[in-house]
């Protein structure tokens, strides 16, 4: 497993994209299946620096990766106040604007669970990505 913190601050967004490229570099994955990885990726940390914290407000993303030989799981997590994803549907059903990331994310990967974090205040995004 690798584990990275971040600021909640969009110039950071590189950090979570290098150390995915280099965790790609370790199982030599198809170029398009990295492009895949790393959009979902900027989507779920995206998500969490736009949302988690109030305006002025400074707090991390945390970022870890978990490689094995058939897969790649990614969990993106924040301290913020949270959310209901079921919130993100307008009454029609439909995906309202700020659920277009997560609908992104779900396209590209094999297994997706979003909620809050069990151990304390804050969001959990994970995604799966098997590799055979």
Known sequence: MV?????AK???MVLPR?????????????ADTVADLKLALTEACS???RHAYDT???????????????????????????????AMRAPSGELDEGGLGIAIIRAL???LDIGPRPDRRGSRLRFTKYLS
Do not use: C, M, Q
């Not at 584990?3 to 600021?7: C, E, K, N, Q, V």
């Not at 290098?18 to 198809?30: D, H, K, P, Q, V």
């Not at 991390?60 to 924040?78: G, I, P, S, W």
């Open 56 to 86: 002025g407000a400074h707090g991390n993303v945390e970022v870890r990766y978990e490689l094995t030989d058939d897969k790649l799981a990614v969990e993106v997590t924040d301290d913020g106040d949270g959310f209901d994803p079921a």
């Open 10 to 12: 969009p110039e950071y």
């Open 18 to 30: 290098l150390a995915l490229t280099g965790l790609a570099r370790i199982r030599a994955l198809e």
């Open 109 to 111: 990967v094999d297994e």
């Open 3 to 7: 584990a990275l913190t971040i600021p």
């Open 47 to 49: 998500n969490s620096i």
